[in-house]
């Protein structure tokens, strides 16, 4: 009988401790069952003087309680390991200049918090999700194109004018806003030149504080944006981005604030839009709207 008792105990003591390791890795199992959020797109409101509601928010970052839990191409399902009740905070991404490798916060635009109860293993959705610029955030160039006094103007080189359009095919529209114009350019010949420089000259913030240009448009020629600024008493244009063909309406969000960065003498600021007819084609359409040029209301 003692004999079997030996050979029975250790056998025993090997159950226990496959009991034991098993409970073990279920405990870490259920700790790394994530809950979930779900968000699917963002939408903004606008006061009077903010311009459009139009917007390209392609990314929610997500914060636990400030903790970031990293940033999601919309729409998306977030896992979150931690359950219970949360606060959750997701802050509006843009592509700078449409690249999608300088995905970042758009610093203009309100974080959205949202107090929620996590679950694990289920899912919550955060969805509408709706957030408003900043109340120190300056507007100092708008164009809608709605008024028939533009403010923006054709330079010596261009051969082809910017004027308004009705035509209800080729006028942006946004639901809920009153869109009547837009602007069109139409590059007629293989030579064909355009520049548009704006009338006012403007003076951004200090190095440090970032300038951005909103624009939405269609085209079937490429077209570049940039800055005309002086700097020692020179005169300098500078190109910062070039939009490529875009079959369909497209907002865009252009990082203005390399000139600052690297001239910070440079002062009176005018932003230019240009194209020359791409090679292979004949002709071209441009279509231009709600262009907004956008920076923190900051001292110099």
């Not at 790394?32 to 963002?42: K, M, N, R």
């Not at 865009?252 to 090679?279: M, S």
């Amino acid at each position: 009988m003692r004999g079997c008792l030996r050979s029975v105990f250790p056998f025993l003591q090997v159950c226990l401790l496959a009991v034991l390791l098993s409970g073990c890795d279920n405990d870490k199992d259920s700790v790394l069952v994530p809950s979930y959020v779900t968000i699917d797109q963002f939408s903004i409101t606008t006061d009077y003087g903010q311009g459009t509601a139009s917007h390209k928010i392609s990314d929610a970052w997500v914060y636990v309680d400030e903790t970031l839990i990293g940033a999601f191409e919309l729409p998306a399902r977030v896992p979150i390991l931690t359950e219970g009740n949360q606060n959750i905070t997701i802050r509006p991404g843009i592509k700078i200049n449409g690249i999608a490798s300088t995905r970042a916060i758009y610093p203009y635009l309100l974080p959205v918090t949202r107090q929620v109860r996590l679950v694990k293993d289920s899912a919550v959705s955060l969805s509408p999700i709706n957030t408003r610029y900043r109340t120190n955030v300056t507007f100092p160039w708008l164009e809608g194109f709605e008024l028939s006094g533009l403010t923006m103007d054709t330079t010596s080189k261009s051969t082809v004018a910017l004027q308004r359009t009705s035509d209800p095919a080729l006028v942006f529209s946004m639901p809920g806003e009153s869109n009547s114009f837009s602007g069109l350019i139409q590059l007629t010949s293989d030579t064909s030149i355009f520049e548009v420089v704006t009338r006012e000259t403007y003076e951004f913030p200090a190095a440090g504080s970032e300038v951005f240009l909103e624009m939405n448009f269609k085209t079937t020629n490429s077209i570049v944006v940039g800055v005309f600024y002086k700097t020692n008493g020179m005169q300098v244009q500078r190109p910062l981005l070039v939009l490529n063909k875009s079959d369909e309406w497209n907002k865009i969000y252009v990082n203005l604030t390399v000139p600052k960065y690297d001239t910070p003498g440079a002062t009176e600021f005018r932003i230019f839009i240009g194209a020359q007819t791409d090679q292979g084609n004949e002709q071209a359409t441009i279509l231009l709207d709600n262009l907004k040029l956008v920076h923190f209301n900051t001292v110099k």
